[in-house]
C-alpha cells in the first residue's frame, strides 16, 4: 500500500501539469489543430458552435458580476474555442459580405421610411 502512495506522490512531483489546470492559447491550438484535417465533421461543428454560444453567455454573466478573473479565464476559453472552430469549420467563420451589406441597406431604407412617414420628426431617433 505504501508503494502506491509513493508512486504517487513521485507522479505528483515530476509531472506538475498532471495536478494542475492548464490554459491552452490561442496559438498553441492552432499548432495542435494544424495536423488536423481542416473541414471537420458536421456534429463537431454543431459542438464547437453550443460551446461558443455558452461560454459568451458565461463571460456577459462574468461581466455582469464584475469579476475580472473569470472574465480573464472566459476569455482565453472563448480564443481558444473560436481558433478550433476557424481551424476546424472555416465554412462556420466566414463572413458573408452581401448580408452584411443587404443589412446595411435595410437599415438606411428603414430610417427614411420613418423620416418621410412622421415628416422629418423620427429623424431625431436615429
Excluded at 501539469?17 to 481542416?38: F, H, I, M, N, Y
Excluded at 453550443?50 to 476559453?77: C, K, P, T
Excluded at 467563420?93 to 435595410?106: G, I, S
Aim: aromatic share 10%; glycine share 6%; proline share 2%.
Amino acid at each position: 500500500m505504501r508503494f502506491w502512495f509513493a508512486a504517487l506522490g513521485l507522479l505528483l512531483v515530476l509531472l506538475p501539469g498532471v495536478a494542475s489546470a492548464q490554459v491552452v492559447g490561442r496559438e498553441e491550438a492552432q499548432q495542435k489543430l494544424s495536423r488536423l484535417s481542416a473541414n471537420a465533421h458536421p456534429a463537431e461543428c454543431s459542438r464547437l458552435r453550443r460551446q461558443i454560444d455558452h461560454f459568451y453567455g458565461m463571460f456577459e454573466r462574468a461581466q455582469a458580476f464584475e469579476n475580472v478573473m473569470w472574465e480573464d479565464r472566459l476569455s482565453n476559453h472563448l480564443g481558444m474555442l473560436l481558433a478550433m472552430q476557424q481551424a476546424r469549420c472555416p465554412n462556420d467563420v466566414r463572413v458573408d459580405k452581401t448580408a452584411e451589406a443587404f443589412k446595411q441597406l435595410l437599415k438606411l431604407a428603414a430610417q427614411a421610411a420613418i423620416m418621410y412617414f412622421t415628416f422629418g420628426a423620427g429623424g431625431a431617433m436615429f
